[in-house]
């Protein structure tokens, strides 16, 4: 089975940076890994797609993070990454890593969306104060 493991969470003072890794365990398909991704879950909010990558490399992010977040992915090592600077309050939440992602273009499943993946990770927390 499929096994994701999320370090790199902790608390840190707004405008710092912590990168986040996923390593990922278990057989997933190419189709099926076609994407790999970052979601977050706040206290009493829904969970929200954070950014994703396909294989080839290429990405999207939310707009709420874009310029201080960069994904990345090792396709040899299975593990993904997140590497999020000038972090903010509003950036704290758990965060859960997820793969074996499957989009289509004009339905629901998006590469943010929480509906496209199959696999998660058990979250790793990030508390940002100011």
């Known amino acids: 089975q499929v096994q994701l493991v999320e370090s790199g969470g902790g608390s840190v003072q707004s405008g710092g940076s912590l990168r986040l890794s996923c390593a990922a365990s278990?057989?997933?398909?190419?189709?099926?890994?076609?994407?790999m991704g970052w979601f977050r879950q706040a206290p009493g909010k829904e969970r929200e797609g954070v950014a994703a990558?396909?294989?080839?490399?290429?990405?999207s992010y939310t707009n709420a993070v874009k310029g201080r977040f960069t994904i990345s992915r090792d396709n040899t090592k299975n593990t993904l990454y997140l590497q999020m600077n000038s972090l903010k309050p509003e950036d704290t939440a758990m965060y859960y890593c997820?793969?074996?992602?499957?989009?289509?273009?004009?339905?629901?499943?998006?590469?943010?969306?929480?509906?496209?993946?199959?696999?998660w990770g058990q979250g790793t927390r990030v508390t940002v104060s100011s």
């Open positions: 997820a793969t074996g992602g499957v989009t289509s273009s004009g339905s629901s499943y998006t590469p943010l969306s929480a509906l496209s993946y199959r696999y």
């Open positions: 278990g057989y997933i398909s190419t189709y099926s890994d076609y994407y």
């Open positions: 990558i396909a294989r080839d490399g290429s990405t």
